[in-house]
């Protein structure tokens, strides 16, 4: 696998020099997830401001990996005893997914987009998928594909100051990896391997969940922990958080400025209808407000997940129902998309 080639360099250093810098700007002024937020807004202006900035698809995904084996070590062996609750949640999940879909397209229906559009960028997760399986039916790739990044900046953005003001600016995201010993680093040789694996195998997002699933089995069974020190995870934040803010390059502001309000709008709408089923799934399951919020966020897996670490929230609450949500996604999808094809071939809007 190669991570960088030499036409990418320079945005590459672009985009880590800009993250460098702005994720020193928001540790020094205090802010939430610096090493996260302040590469992924730098990059974000940058982007927008035309400047070269890029993270390699390859690096992104490697990162990802590291991410996927920093997850699976969370899996313990008494969490089967936790298991037996997280069916209840997952229901209440899938509904909230279908009522968040639901308001968002129709908010999206009213700002001039098409049906099929509208119903795609709405889907809270599964972007690749939903944006090629959305113009396979007719939809606007472009319309789809905007919307969904600018959903997921926007809940990167939202989410972690919110939990930073109502818990206390010192009690987010005190993650003690600091005082652990680094363990099992002989896995990170392994990512390759089960980046390949998992693609062969037809995951979902294979370069996050084949690590996980190999980091999980061996962490459950007390067989190896994978660990890395805090600064390690700094720069895994700092990649990826430049990964995300890069993803606007070559858009321009008027574009980006026209499709802001809509999905500021749609965002808002996602996450209010879906804090009603966070709040049963705290009420019910008995985790936080915060973790609940976190499982149902309308937020790709990888995204996410990162947030889930970073904010020490539970993560294998987490990453299990939000993988749960992209697996059903993945598997309603083409129904849907079929119903929506044969739906305006006979000229219906839904």
């Not at 982007?47 to 900035?53: D, E």
């Amino acid at each position: 696998m190669t991570f960088v080639t030499s036409s990418s360099l320079r945005p590459l250093f672009h985009a880590l020099s800009i993250g460098l810098f702005s994720g020193a700007l928001f540790d020094l002024c205090s802010l939430p997830l610096p090493w996260m937020l302040g590469p992924l807004v730098g990059n974000l202006i940058a982007s927008i401001r035309g400047f070269a900035v890029g993270v390699p698809e390859s690096l992104r995904l490697a990162f990802l990996g590291v991410l996927g084996l920093i997850l699976g070590a969370q899996v313990s062996p008494d969490l089967a005893a936790r298991l037996l609750d997280w069916p209840v949640s997952a229901v209440l999940l899938l509904i909230g997914v279908g009522c968040s879909t639901a308001a968002c397209a129709s908010w999206y229906r009213r700002t001039g987009f098409d049906p099929v559009s509208a119903w795609f960028a709405s889907a809270p997760g599964a972007m690749t998928a939903m944006i090629t399986m959305g113009e396979a039916c007719g939809g606007d790739p472009r319309k789809i594909a905007i919307s969904q990044s600018l959903r997921v900046v926007l809940v990167l953005l939202i989410l972690p100051p919110l939990f930073w003001f109502q818990q206390g600016a010192g009690s987010v995201g005190a993650n003690d990896a600091s005082q652990k010993d680094a363990s099992a680093l002989y896995l990170l040789l392994l990512l390759p391997l089960l980046i390949g694996i998992g693609r062969r195998c037809r995951l979902p997002t294979p370069a996050l969940l084949a690590p996980l699933l190999l980091s999980a089995s061996l962490s459950a069974t007390d067989t190896a922990h994978f660990v890395l020190p805090n600064w390690t995870q700094n720069g895994m934040l700092l990649v990826l958080g430049c990964a995300i803010g890069s993803r606007f390059q070559g858009m321009s502001r008027t574009l980006l400025a026209h499709h802001l309000y809509g999905a500021s709008i749609a965002t808002l709408i996602s996450l209010l209808v879906l804090a009603v089923f966070a709040e049963a799934i705290h009420q019910v399951v008995g985790v936080s407000r915060a973790v609940a919020i976190l499982a149902v966020a309308p937020g790709g897996i990888g995204e996410l997940a990162i947030l889930a670490v970073a904010l020490d929230l539970d993560p294998t609450f987490v990453a299990f129902h939000h993988l749960l949500r992209l697996v059903v996604l993945m598997f309603f999808a083409p129904i849907w998309a079929r119903w929506l094809s044969a739906r305006g071939s006979r000229g219906g809007a839904p």
